[in-house]
Every structure is written in structure tokens, then in C-alpha cells.
């Protein structure tokens, strides 16, 4: 297809809708809370009039999880390794010439099941844009983090994490939960909980944080990046299997601060890159293939 | 001290009551779920009437949480290593002659801090009751699983981990809730979720049970299982250093026979030790020694 196109990044919580031109362009976009999560089954027809409504009345390509099965149509995955051709094909009109979903992408064998909804297109975008090299490694933090690898234009394979959502169930509903108010940031305890998470393994580094509470080695302001740090830093050294190798990582300030700050902290580097633009690139490429 | 006494076993949310007589043997004991956080502060003079009105007016000594702040009396821990000299050194008389708390232990290095409350009776209670050999390591499997070496008559380093309280984070208030109502016991999804947790680490581990449900390759039947397995593989597979050497479990039927099924996988031996002796033994130690 080609044209101007509405390309909507659907996520679980919020929602960003890109009005891209013929030529690639982002004539206009905005972020709204409207996710999956805040749409009623059998709502999605009238988000999607809205949506046009306020962006003008042109074809839709959306992914993220609105292709799950709590979204507005389920769409199969496809299988990693992927390349924007397979994801084309994967893709499903819901209105013919209208509207499409992208798919996500899986992994499975013997080791280990993967899935992604939304994160294919940035990776795939940042890669397409030149906002990443070849071979790179890739990193988008969140309630879920995905670490992937994208090589000879495909994403070859990927790894999601559930560090984000750990660290809420702690401050939430865990034994830490009055240790972990506190505001979480690059600084000085951030760094000792990246280090002291190479010591040992989390289940046993967890406790430890109360037991430091208790017997005064942690200061109460340090808690909570304490243990942030405690738990990007076993994402991190887990994933960073060769220092020397940069990491690309998609993801706002604040986030991707705290990533950087632990990849370096472990001895490797960070690099920061546009997600937006990663997205722009990814879902106009679809567009094009379809 | 001797002669007849009350021996308290006083956890978060169970408490055990023996009456033990002068020759330390159990002429009475009752389980209640009078722990901790089932009284009020103020509440703890008043539970221990009842508990003279229900065995006899007896002198008591309690151990557990009963002694942390949140308790009778906030009793300081003693520091590892620590042997019943030094336990009944820091017990204190709250009511002289009547009522006597056990301090906890704790260690703290560069490395990790931790604590424990009420264990410590039972993993030196098992030593001095030889049903543990000298240099035996020990494990009480819990809500915080507790770790143990003692030899040469002392509790020489413990190590907690937060397994317990993870399995109930995540079933009571994750993404994976869904799949976690199942019933868990050893068997084949138990043992997989143990040698899956070999494959990769556990942030990565817990989200591939979303993706194994989704692609289909974990029966629902079988996902609370193959959880409890991923936690409780990864706890044994930290600890597990030495698989020549036999972990000493001190647990129920149930949560032992997990417990075993994994440190067996693992190419470990696990052998079942008796709580209830080990606490028995250890408390009237203690009493002795006052």
C-alpha cells in the first residue's frame, strides 16, 4: 500500500496514533491512555471511528497487543526469526483496505517460549531507519523487557523479562512494600543493588533487602533504587553475555537511564535510541509491504 | 533453668505451644493459629495467660517472630556464628523467672545481610537431638526459605530467600495468576519447571510460562506445577553446591517432598528431618542453659 496512512501503536495501557504521510512523514501524533486494557469487548469499532475523527478519515494499521486475544481481533503470531516481508504476510485486514493488525512474533523450542506484540516493530523500524547497525542488540524496558537481536534485516530472536512487573508485585503487595516508596534513580544505591545483584542469586538478594533494613546497612531513601537496581542489574547480567557489544536501548528517559546506568556499571555501554522514530519507520516499511 | 516448661514456637501466622517436662520430653502440644499478626499490640500479656490457663502455669520460653518488633518484645539477634551459649546469652527475661524470649540470629557482611527468628532453635535443635550429622547443611523450606550450616556445636551461615512469597506474589497478583489456581505437587510438570530453571535465568523464566500457555506448550493442568518447579529449582540450584553432600529438610509432608523432588532432580539426596523433634530439642537446651 501506499499513502497516507494512520499507524497506531496499541499497547496494553496507552495508545499513540501517528498520522504518517506518503512520504514516511509524521504529519501529526498523540499519546492517550486509551490501551486494551481501557477498552470494553466490542468497544474497538468506536475507537477506531474516534481515532479517525480526530486524525482524518484514512486506512489504519495498528499493532501492539489490540492483535491479542483480549484485544480487538486475534492475529497469529509469527515465527522468529521474522523479516518485515513475513510480518506483511501476517498482517490481517479486519476491514478490507481499512484497517489491518500486525502480528506478533514468537519463539519456541525445547529451551524456552517466547511471544511479543508491538516491540517487532520498533525493533525492526530501528533497524530499517538506520538508528541501529546490523547485528545489533536491542533492548526495550518495561512491566516486560525485551532484549533482542536483529541481523540481515530480520529479528533473529528475543528474550522478555518480567523484571518491570517483579518490582510492582514488591512494592505493591511483598514483604518490601513500606521499603519501596521511595523515588527510584541512577544514584548511589541504584549502583550498590546492580552490584550486589552479580553476587549472588535474586531470590536470595530479595530478602536480603528487608535483612539490611532491619539491621540498619541500607539506608530507607536507598530502598527502593536499591532494589531496582537489585533487579535490572540480574536482567542486565544475564543478557549481557559480551560487554564489549553495545546495547541499543528503546526507551524513555527515566527507564532508559536506569538501563544505561546498570549496563555500564557491569562494564558495557548503552546506546539510546528514538522509539518513536524506530516505530515510524517499522510500521510505514508494513504499510508499504502490504 | 530446669524442670517443667513451656516451650513456644510463636511464628507470623502459626504458633505451636509443647509442655515439656523436666526431662525434656513433650507431655502435651497444640498447633493454633494465634501467630503474630493474629494479635493486636498489647494483646501478647493477655495470649499468654491463655496459654498458662490451657498447660499449666508454667514458666515459658518463646521463639520467632514473637520476639521481632512486631511482636511481644523486639529481642536483638545475635550474630552468626552463634551456638546455644550465645542464644541463651541473648535471650531475654520479659517477666523474670516467667517469661523468656530467644533472640533471633543474624549475619551481615559486604556481601548480604540476613536474619532469622525461630529456625535457629530448630536447625541447633536438630543437631543437639542428632538427627542431623556435624557439618550437616539444612533447609526449611517456607514462605522464606531458610538455608543452613551447623557444625562444631554452631549455627555457622544461613541464607533466606523470598521463594515462597514469590510463588504467592505471582499467583495471587501477576499476569500469570490465571495459570496458577492448579494444585501443585512432584510431578511431571514439577520436574520440568525444575530443569527449565537450569536453562536460563529466573526473570526471563517466569515470563516464558505466559508464552508457553499461549503457543500451547505448557498444559493448564500442569502451569501451577511447572512454576512452583521454575522457583523452587532455581532456589536448589543456587544452594545446591555440593550434590554429593545430603540437604537436611526440615518441612511438612508436602512442601519437603517438593523440596526433595527438585534437590533429586538436581543430583542432590534430601532427607526429611522432624521439625517438631528439632524444635523440642533446642528450646530445652536453651532452658537448660539460662
Known amino acids: 500500500m501506499d499513502g497516507h496512512f494512520l499507524g497506531v501503536d496499541w499497547g496494553t495501557t496507552n495508545r499513540r496514533v501517528y498520522s504518517i504521510d506518503a512520504d514516511g512523514a509524521v504529519v501529526e501524533t ?6 486494551v486494557l481501557a477498552i470494553a469487548p466490542g468497544g474497538f469499532d ?4 474516534d481515532i479517525r475523527a480526530r486524525f482524518g478519515d484514512a486506512p489504519m494499521l495498528c499493532a501492539g497487543m489490540v492483535g491479542s486475544k483480549r484485544g480487538w481481533h486475534e492475529i497469529p503470531y509469527v515465527l522468529a526469526p521474522a523479516d518485515f516481508a513475513a510480518i506483511a504476510r501476517g498482517t490481517r485486514w479486519i476491514a478490507a483496505g481499512r484497517t489491518a493488525i500486525v502480528p506478533g512474533v514468537c519463539r519456541l523450542d525445547d529451551r524456552r517460549a517466547d511471544v511479543m506484540r508491538g516491540e517487532e516493530v520498533q525493533f525492526l523500524g530501528a ?11 536491542l533492548c526495550q524496558p518495561g512491566t516486560h523487557s525485551k532484549w533482542a537481536r536483529v541481523a540481515g534485516g530480520r529479528l533473529v530472536d528475543f528474550t522478555t523479562t518480567m523484571t518491570g512487573e517483579l518490582f510492582a508485585l514488591l512494592k505493591q503487595h511483598s514483604l518490601l512494600a513500606d521499603l519501596l516508596d521511595g523515588d527510584v534513580g541512577p544514584n548511589d544505591g541504584f549502583v550498590a543493588g546492580v552490584r550486589q545483584s552479580q553476587e549472588q542469586d535474586l531470590l536470595s538478594q530479595l530478602f536480603s533487602i528487608r535483612a539490611a533494613r532491619l539491621l540498619g ?3 530507607l531513601e536507598q530502598s527502593a533504587s536499591f532494589t531496582s537496581g537489585l533487579l535490572i542489574g540480574s536482567d542486565v547480567r544475564a543478557r549481557l553475555t559480551d560487554p564489549s ?12 537511564g536506569l538501563y544505561r546506568c546498570a549496563i555500564e556499571e557491569l562494564g558495557g555501554s548503552a546506546i539510546l535510541v528514538d522509539s518513536h522514530s524506530a516505530f515510524v519507520a517499522g510500521i510505514t516499511r508494513i504499510w508499504k509491504e502490504l
Open 30 to 35: 498523540e499519546r492517550d491512555d486509551r490501551g
Open 46 to 49: 468506536a475507537e477506531a471511528a
Open 127 to 137: 533497524l530499517e531507519a538506520g538508528l541501529v547497525p546490523d547485528g545489533a542488540m
Open 217 to 219: 546497612s541500607l539506608p
Open 245 to 256: 557489544e553495545p546495547v541499543h536501548v528503546l526507551a524513555d528517559a527515566n527507564l532508559g
